[in-house]
């Protein structure tokens, strides 16, 4: 089977917000996820899974990290985090603490074995 690489692109503001979802009844690998604050002051950040439903974090992968301005920073680089999708509909989301955005770009191996 070919590997199916995916990117997940976000504008992260002060509400959680779905950067990636894995489809039903896949599996996926989180590979990498940055996160750069394109304001021009210090802002906070926070990424964590979320299954079943609504936006509210189940598993916390950084809670309230500071990001300077104008700084990039890797969550995840190196390590790999399996994430299953067994119709409880996970998610990847983000938010920052001010209505100051960041980006974020995450990169997926999808439909894995």
Not at 2 to 30: C, E, M, Q, R
Not at 43 to 57: E, H, L, Y
Request: hydrophobic share 40%.
């Amino acid at each position: 089977m070919a590997n199916n690489f995916n990117s997940a692109l976000g504008h992260i503001t002060d509400a959680w917000s779905v950067v990636y979802t894995v489809p039903t009844g896949k599996k996926s690998i989180l590979l990498e996820c940055d996160i750069c604050n394109t304001s021009a002051t210090a802002i906070f950040f926070s990424i964590a899974i979320a299954q079943g439903v609504g936006d509210t974090p189940d598993y916390y992968l950084a809670k309230d990290n500071p990001l300077p301005a104008g700084a990039t920073v890797p969550i995840i680089q190196g390590q790999k985090i399996i994430l299953k999708e067994d119709s409880v509909n996970t998610r990847i989301i983000m938010k920052v603490s001010s209505t100051n955005t960041a980006d974020a770009i995450v990169s997926i191996l999808e439909d894995v074995q």
